[in-house]
């Protein structure tokens, strides 16, 4: 079975607090991926990784960065927390090329006070 | 602009009801579509449709695809409290980077 873990379930930061997420998957997958999800607006892309230490831009990539350095881990840094960076982010990890699954983290609900 | 509309946007039905979930798209280059369940937890992957009019089946869940009228459905027969979710419907797009755009999804709640 496909494992993809995120470090924490829930996390509560300050504003202007640097955040690190943390995702890791066991299936040798080249390609991870970030996505956030908020009512209404259902999942947007963030960043993805293709391969270690290449990444490129999603849908929505103001405010992060991303970090990858082994190939089972994708880290999503948020250099300086805000409260509209509050929601529910999703890691997932698939095979390099088209018509490959995502599968998916449990996710990590981040609240910035 | 690419995107994917799912309706209706909630449903509540009763256990043993069969329902329809819709997917339609407007996406360039498409590849396939998928339907993931999400409980309270990770989305689960449910089917990949690449052709039109081949339907895929799990159990009380099928699916199938229209590349020509660019539509999907997920159907569910005989509901049990157990399927309430959000259904996913994502396109895959493009080219070796195995991008999804998603639709918001579609809330399920089926009562005993």
């Known amino acids: 079975d496909v494992k993809v873990t995120q470090s924490s379930r829930y996390l509560v930061k300050r504003t202007g607090e640097k955040v690190f997420l943390e995702c890791v998957q066991d299936m040798d997958h080249e390609n991870m991926f970030w996505y956030r999800q908020d009512p209404g607006l259902g999942l947007r892309l963030i960043y993805f990784s293709y391969d270690v230490k290449m990444k490129e831009k999603g849908d929505i990539p103001e405010g992060y960065s991303v970090s990858r350095e082994k190939k089972e881990r994708f880290s999503l840094i948020l250099e300086s927390a805000s409260t509209n960076q509050t929601s529910m982010y999703l890691c997932a990890s698939s095979f390099a090329g088209a018509g490959n699954i995502q599968y998916f983290g449990a996710g990590t609900r981040l609240s910035v006070l | 602009e690419d995107k994917v509309v799912q309706s209706p946007l909630s449903l509540v039905v009763h256990e043993g009801d069969t329902v329809t979930l819709n997917c339609s798209y407007e996406v360039t280059n498409f590849r396939s579509l998928l339907w993931y369940k999400q409980e309270k937890k990770a989305p689960t992957f449910l089917f990949m449709l690449?052709?039109?009019?081949i339907e895929k089946k799990s159990g009380r869940l099928s699916s199938i695809l229209d590349k020509k009228e660019l539509f999907s459905i997920l159907n569910i027969t005989a509901t049990q409290t157990g399927d309430s979710a959000v259904y996913l419907c994502?396109?895959?797009?493009?080219?070796?980077?195995?991008?999804?755009?998603f639709g918001t999804g579609t809330l399920l709640a089926v009562q005993p």
């Open positions: 690449t052709s039109s009019g």
């Open positions: 994502a396109v895959s797009y493009g080219g070796a980077t195995n991008k999804l755009i």
